[in-house]
Structure formats: C-alpha cells, structure tokens
C-alpha cells in the first residue's frame, strides 16, 4: 500500500468531537505554546476514540514532558506512518503502558481524551507522522506553497496575512518562530506539513529514528 492509498482510508477516530484550540499551521494566539502547531486539536467531549484502520495501539504516560502521554496508531498496511496522539489517558485510570495491542477498524480503544501534559482542558492533540522518504515528500509537496527552508524565511506572506487577521505581532511570532524551528529541529515548513530532523525520544515512530513529515491530519486524513 501505498501512502496515496493510506490516507484516502480514513475513518473518524474521534466520533462527534468537535475541533477546538489549535489546527495545522500557525496559532491564534501569541501567548500560548510555539507559534507553529503541528496538529489538529480535538474536544475532549465525547471522551472517546476509535481505531481509524486495522492496526495496533501502544500507549504510554510520559510525565514532565509537553504531551503528558503518547499515544501512538499504526496501520497493518506499514506504509511507514502513524498516527500520534497527546493529552490521553487510560479509560480505567491505569497507568500501565500499553505495547502493540492490534484492533479493527471502528473498535473503541482502551483509552480516552485526557487533561494531562501541556493542557488548557480534556481535548487531544493529533499529528499525522510520516518517514520522510524521497517518494513521501514528493507527494506532500505537490499541494501547498513553502514557507521556510535552507535555514531561512522563503515566503511570509502566508505568516504576515495570519498575524493580520488575529491581530498578531508579526516581529514578535516570526522571533518566536525562528526559536521554535531550532529547538525542534525544524528544517521545512510548507503550508500542509513541516520537516523535522528527529522527534523526542518519547515518539519515536515505530521504523525507528530520523527525519519524519508532520501532516495537516484533518487535510489528509478528515480527523
């Protein structure tokens, strides 16, 4: 299978839950978190999830970090991506780590939307991951313009029109920006997805480590 086929087979894993906070792209507001928001934020009610496609769930609790625990979705079809997913807890309040639990499409997953982590309320934070392979990128790059590469701002008309319509400070987001891309790692920014070289050693994708694609999951997922 491959990554064209992958994300043309959604299902919606969060069933109901309204998009609240943040999508992909660059935040409302300048006082919270990075300026850059690489997922889509999803309402903590209903609490649920529900498995997207055939695969297997790990979920562990990673206290002291931003996400508070990880929740990573592969798909059977290893087509080197997965879902990511912050903020959740267990729906029994164990905090045993889950390791590789298969389920079916549509099954309920033992865990739910949390308040842990860096959060402002129950909700979660979903990120598409994605190995950054030569073929990869060439399918994310086909749609949407680039905005950072090459250790330098390529377009900011897409930042300057953001910061106009929230009342934002351009200087101040494009200095927060600039930090934000040398803490994590950043290397590409485009309209739908970014590069990052590495991710935390707590989301490692199950391939392994390198650089990996974040995509806009409600753009090629409807999640």
């Given at each position: 299978?491959?990554?064209?086929?992958?994300?043309?087979?959604?299902?919606?894993?969060?069933?109901?839950?309204?998009?609240?906070?943040?999508?992909?792209g660059f935040?409302?507001?300048?006082?919270?978190?990075?300026?850059?928001?690489?997922?889509?934020?999803?309402?903590?009610?209903?609490?649920?999830?529900?498995?997207?496609?055939?695969?297997?769930?790990?979920?562990?609790?990673?206290?002291g970090t931003?996400?508070?625990?990880?929740?990573?979705?592969?798909?059977?079809?290893?087509?080197?991506?997965?879902?990511?997913?912050?903020?959740?807890?267990?729906?029994?309040?164990?905090?045993?780590?889950?390791?590789?639990?298969?389920?079916?499409?549509?099954?309920?997953?033992?865990?739910?939307?949390?308040?842990?982590?860096?959060?402002?309320g129950a909700?979660?934070?979903?990120?598409?991951?994605?190995?950054?392979?030569?073929?990869?990128?060439?399918?994310?790059?086909?749609?949407?313009?680039?905005?950072?590469?090459?250790?330098?701002?390529?377009?900011?008309?897409?930042?300057?029109?953001?910061?106009?319509?929230?009342?934002?400070?351009?200087?101040?987001?494009?200095?927060?920006?600039?930090?934000?891309?040398?803490?994590?790692?950043?290397?590409?920014?485009?309209?739908?997805?970014?590069?990052?070289?590495?991710?935390?050693?707590?989301?490692?994708?199950?391939?392994?480590?390198?650089?990996?694609?974040?995509?806009?999951?409600?753009?090629?997922?409807?999640?």
């Open positions: 299978m491959t990554i064209r086929q992958f994300i043309r087979d959604d299902y919606p894993f969060r069933p109901a839950a309204g998009y609240s906070g943040d999508s992909f935040r409302k507001q300048s006082s919270i978190g990075s300026p850059l928001h690489p997922g889509q934020d999803r309402s903590g009610n209903p609490d649920h999830i529900v498995m997207p496609f055939d695969g297997k769930l790990s979920w562990n609790l990673k206290p931003a996400w508070g625990s990880c929740a990573r979705i592969v798909p059977d079809a290893d087509v080197h991506c997965e879902i990511q997913i912050a903020h959740t807890i267990r729906h029994d309040r164990s905090r045993a780590a889950i390791h590789n639990y298969s389920y079916n499409q549509g099954d309920a997953l033992p865990i739910v939307a949390g308040d842990i982590g860096l959060s402002a909700h979660t934070h979903t990120e598409l991951v994605v190995e950054n392979t030569a073929k990869h990128y060439a399918y994310f790059r086909t749609e949407g313009g680039l905005i950072y590469a090459d250790g330098a701002i390529q377009n900011d008309t897409i930042i300057r029109k953001h910061c106009f319509r929230y009342n934002l400070s351009y200087a101040h987001v494009i200095q927060r920006l600039l930090e934000q891309i040398h803490t994590w790692g950043i290397s590409e920014i485009w309209e739908h997805f970014i590069i990052r070289n590495a991710l935390p050693d707590y989301r490692t994708p199950h391939w392994g480590y390198g650089s990996v694609i974040i995509a806009d999951t409600r753009r090629y997922l409807e999640l």
